[in-house]
Structures are given as C-alpha cells and as structure tokens.
C-alpha cells in the first residue's frame, strides 16, 4: 500500500505557506548571490623588480596580492537575512507585507553582491602593475574585497 499523496501546492494552503516558499526562494538566491561575490572577488596580480646592491649583487623583489573575499560581505547577507525574519515576524500584518520584505531582502543581497565583486573586480584590474614593483603606496578596498600583500627577496 501506498501513503496518502501530497500534492505539489500543499505547501501553498498553509496559513504561512507563501511566506515559507518566497523565504526559500530568498535563501536559494542569497547562496547564489554568495558564490557570484566569491568568484568576482578572487584573483591575484604581481611584479617583480630589479634593484642593484652596492656589492654589485643584483635584488628581485616580488610583490604580490592576492583579492579574496571578504567576511563582512557574507556577514551583510545574514544580517540582513535575520533583520527581515524579525520584521516578519513582528511588523507584518498580510502576507502580501511579508512576501515585499522577503522580495526587497532578496534584491538588496544581489545588489550587494553585485556591487561589492564589481568594485572588487574592478580594483584588481585597475591596480597599476608598476606600483606594485616600484614599492608604492596601495589602497585596499575594504570591506568589498580582502587583498593580502606577500613580499618576496631573492638574490
């Protein structure tokens, strides 16, 4: 024998049915959104330099960074996650009210997501080669992205 059958919309007849379904849809693309930042904010860039000592011996500097990404964008996502549960489950009179908090939520995490990689991304590719090999000075773009500075001598 078989067990009572569930219908695909059985989910949809609860009382919080609609709210559960569009809070899956927002935690699915709060993933997704997760792994687009993580892959826009990954790379490396370096150069290398020669300096003559005064004992004739010829330097290679090596300086590289490394852009990864960083923790406060993932802390955003679930701060922002948790903020609209609480006013949820607070403030909202209709599911209708819940389901544009859950709507809303889900559009600033991909707009954060999106933004940050891009600013992220956008700083790997613009950071001048050169300065990295002359010893310049470099801003970092905390908190989109976080870049780690490896200098290296070899004689």
């Known amino acids: 024998m078989t067990g009572p059958k569930v219908e695909l919309g059985e989910l949809s007849r609860l009382p919080a049915g609609p709210i559960l379904v569009r809070l899956r849809r927002v935690l699915i693309t709060t993933g997704i959104a997760a792994v687009v930042y993580t892959m826009l904010c990954t790379g ?17 500097t090596c300086r590289n960074i490394a852009l990864r ?32 908090l859950l709507d809303r939520a889900a559009g ?19 950071l001048p080669i050169d300065t990295l090999a002359d010893g310049g000075a470099i801003v970092f773009p905390f908190p989109f992205g976080s870049p780690e500075l490896t200098v290296t001598h070899h004689p």
């Open 108 to 126: 600033l995490i991909i707009v954060i997501a999106l933004v940050s990689g891009a600013i992220g991304l956008t700083w790997m590719m613009l």
């Open 44 to 60: 490396s860039v370096g150069a290398c330099s020669d300096s003559g000592a005064s004992d004739g011996v010829v330097q290679t």
């Open 69 to 100: 990404p960083s923790w406060v964008v993932y802390a955003a996502f679930a701060v922002i996650l948790f903020v609209v549960i609480g006013r949820i489950a607070r403030n909202s009179a209709t599911v209708t009210d819940a389901l544009r």
